[in-house]
């Protein structure tokens, strides 16, 4: 059960982007525009998204920070950033989303609980750091375990930061072990993002449309340790005006859970009754496969296309992914009380001079 210790205070807020869109300013989560987020294949620190469940701690030392590896094991131990960094350093460009991201077009259609996040709850980083298998293996918890001779079975991960949820204590996460101490699945205790240094039982759990906060039985249901295929559109807003009709470029993101590829994006301008396939791409240039090896698995794709507009339609983009999962039409067949998870169809309204659709 790795933990964080050190000094920290709460104080001083961190200069942030002015052009990011605030949630909420207590505990702060925000994110960057839309457009901001198809400007480049690794997304800028400054217009990553911020999410918090509480006051952010200010690190002035991270060398005063250490990190504290006990419970269901036979070696407990306490390691210093010299002794993480000390172990092979690997790099990893992944891509993080939060559970909530397009919550706000979810509780369009019936109100849900949580922060209100647009379609940029979302970022792509490259991620440096030690590999989870080998600090565990200095605990003796070999590679490719299920569970400890004393029987624990997940890794829990217990911050320094301090939320409501927890009753003022830590913030808390886990994953199970067999993952942790599968070298492949490239989990890393990072601690650098693009070269830089720097509560999940009664949360994050998708129901079905007919629980709601009278009959919700939070145990009937695991927590998501994943998410499934997702795309929106960046380069247009949810209304966008053309004075005339003409060339429209259409892009944005696509990702899948998983290490799953991005098989194909496709695009309508007739609000779904037909489509043209998009170009995708993680490095400009070169065209994406899906299961190429040299493929960041574990990172967005970028797509694009480029679609006469002879006047004003419904365009929508949704995405397959190597499995063959498909993005759901409606937000009506994924509506949940938590408000998370929205992969439904991603629709935006581009209207040309003064018609209407």
Known sequence: MPGIKGPSEYSREPTRHPSLVINSKQPFNAEPPRSALVTSYVTPVDFFYKRNHGPIPVVDDIERYSVSLNGLIETPKELTMRDIRSLPKYSVAATLQCAGNRRTAMSKFKTVKGVGWGISAIGNAVWGGA??????????????????????????????????????????????????????ADVLLAYEMNGEGFFMQKDY??????????????????????????????????????KQPGKVRVSGYAVSGGGRGI?????????????VEATRYQKPGISYVSDDTNSDKWAWVLFEATVDVPHSVEIVAKAVDSAANVQPESVQEIWNLRGVLNTSWHRVQLHVGHSNL
């Open 131 to 184: 590999k989870l298998a080998d600090v565990l293996e200095l605990v003796g918890i070999p590679k490719f375990t299920a569970a400890t001779k004393s029987g624990g079975k997940h890794v829990e991960f217990v911050s320094i930061d301090k939320c409501k949820e927890e009753n003022e204590g830590p913030y808390k996460a886990s994953i199970p072990l067999f993952q942790a101490t599968n070298p492949d």
């Open 205 to 242: 759990k998708m129901f079905p449309p007919s629980v709601n906060w009278d009959n919700i039985d939070w145990s009937t249901r695991r927590p998501q340790m994943d998410f499934p295929v997702q795309s929106a559109i960046c380069s247009l807003e949810d209304l966008t005006i053309m």
């Open 263 to 275: 098989e194909r994006v496709d695009v309508s301008m007739d609000g779904g009754k037909t489509w």
